[in-house]
C-alpha cells in the first residue's frame, strides 16, 4: 500500500518528527514522506511493539511514537500515527 507521511523538517534524522495519513501500517507498505524541502520514500521494514522501521536508500531509520516534549508536531486532516525518529543507521533491507 502507499502511505502518505508530512514533517516539517529538512531532513530524516535522529529528533525528525512526522505524521503518517490515511491508513495503518503494515510491511512492505511504500511510505512517500513530504519533508520541509524535497520528498522521501520509505519502506516499511517493521513495525510492531518495538517500534517502526522504515528503510530510506539503504538506511534504516527507527522510529517511536511521538511523544509530548519531542520536537514541534503539525498534525494534519487524516494523521492516523504520529512518530519521532530515534536513530538512523546504514543496513542491507532483509527479503520479505
Not at 60 to 89: H, K, Y
Request: charged content about 25%; hydrophobic content about 35%; proline content about 1%.
Amino acid at each position: 500500500m502507499q502511505l502518505s507521511a508530512s514533517s516539517q523538517c529538512e531532513n530524516l534524522a535522529v529528533g525528525t518528527t512526522f505524521c503518517v495519513q490515511g491508513g495503518r501500517l503494515h510491511r512492505g507498505d511504500r511510505l512517500q514522506l513530504r519533508l520541509e524541502n524535497r520528498n522521501v520514500e520509505a519502506v516499511v521494514e517493521r513495525f510492531d511493539i518495538t517500534g517502526l522501521y522504515l528503510d530510506i536508500k539503504g538506511s534504516r531509520a527507527i522510529c517511536r511514537p511521538w511523544q509530548n516534549g519531542d520536537q514541534f508536531l503539525m498534525r494534519c486532516r487524516g494523521t492516523s500515527s504520529s512518530w519521532t525518529v530515534d536513530s538512523v543507521e546504514a543496513h542491507e533491507m532483509t527479503a520479505a
